[in-house]
């Protein structure tokens, strides 16, 4: 068990009045769509409700505004250090998740918004290096930002890209982060996490999550619409997992105990 | 790849064969609830990758590793570089990823424990009838 792992809850739950944004119009138009009919599919170019947005957001705060994203790095640090700086090419999408999809939201919602917001803000300054006292980990990324700079493709990894080809998969993505998470820091947590979520639930509790967490995180999502599995109560910690099916399990032999 | 896991979990149940399939988010993980897991399991450990090796399953091989016992592990990952397809199904497919060779894997692991197990049952036998502890245990033995 790792010491010190938070754990966050996702409070988004599906409402019935969900609009959605349309990114042919530059997500300023609010769509009215009726829920269950994409409740089942999420994915970032169809607009579908919450989830979508969700989904959206974590593509927002992954792509790169040139186009260049074959490995997908994210990295979390305490947004009070760097509150001077905010990169002007995340201020559409900021206003634009703000204004039309949660505009009649809670204080809650607002919580979440800010880290979002704080997301941006700091990948941005993550891709511009901007931060001197992080060499170590800057360094990393910064072997990491050429090799993104070098493969110009798709948004998004793994071989479910289908279309656009290996040269535009990040495949070889898990194992070059996985070698920083093997490594604790000083104070015993993980140097990075690397999270994979598997729907849009997932994607959006841990991109709150690595939003809120002290520490570089990478998110590796997939292109293709995938149905959900989880849903708002879920709770995605670092560093756990979710048994989605259970094998019944022997008592002794012979004999079998069934259900979980 | 849960996705893909959930289907070949369908497959294998229609030949009411059960198994526990594991969404792991993150990395590091659990170690101590994935070896459980493991061990409820016959000591199998089947992983699913969309991406190169040194990934996931290594993780999960080198904590098996780390702890005393004979557990099996089958990785399944990208083990050619891929062709862009139509569909993710397709390079799926080409990959040898698809649901149906997640089945197919996770039945010849099947196949290989319970020879496995046979054998062991039979040396253990034939080892008690060398020895003469051969128990007469009444009539289920007869037939």
Known sequence: MIPGTPSYTMHTSVPTDTCCLDPANGHDDVVPHQEPAFAHQVGHHLCMG????????????????????????????????????????????????????????????????????????????????????????????????????????????????AADGPSQMALPDVAFFRAWTTVCTNDGKPLLYLLQPADAYAAYALTVAMAEYDGPCYLRTVRPDVPLLYNDATTFPLGGHHVLSQRPRPLHRGRWLHGP | MVHEAQKALALLKEQDIAATLVDLYSLPFDETAILGLVKDNQDQALTVEDNYGAGIGSAIAEMLATHRGAYTLTQMHVRRIPKSGRTPDEVLRALQLSASDIAQTAVKMLDVATLARAMRRRDTYERARLQGRLQWHGAQYSA
Do not use: M
Not at chain 1, 87 to 96: G, K, L, V
């Open chain 1, 50 to 161: 919450v989830d979508h947005n969700v989904l959206q957001l974590s593509d927002f705060a992954l792509s790169r505004q040139d186009g260049c994203a074959d490995l997908e790095v994210i990295v979390c640090y305490r947004h009070d250090r760097f509150s001077s700086t905010v990169n002007p090419c995340h201020d559409t999408s900021n206003h634009a998740y703000s204004s039309a999809t949660h505009r009649n939201r809670s204080a809650l919602r607002q919580r979440e918004r800010e880290s979002i917001a704080k997301l941006h803000t700091r990948q941005s300054l993550v891709r511009h290096g901007e931060h001197d006292d992080l060499a170590g980990i800057r360094l990393d990324l910064h072997l990491v930002g050429r090799h993104v700079d070098c493969d110009d493709g798709g948004s998004h990894v793994g071989v479910s890209l």
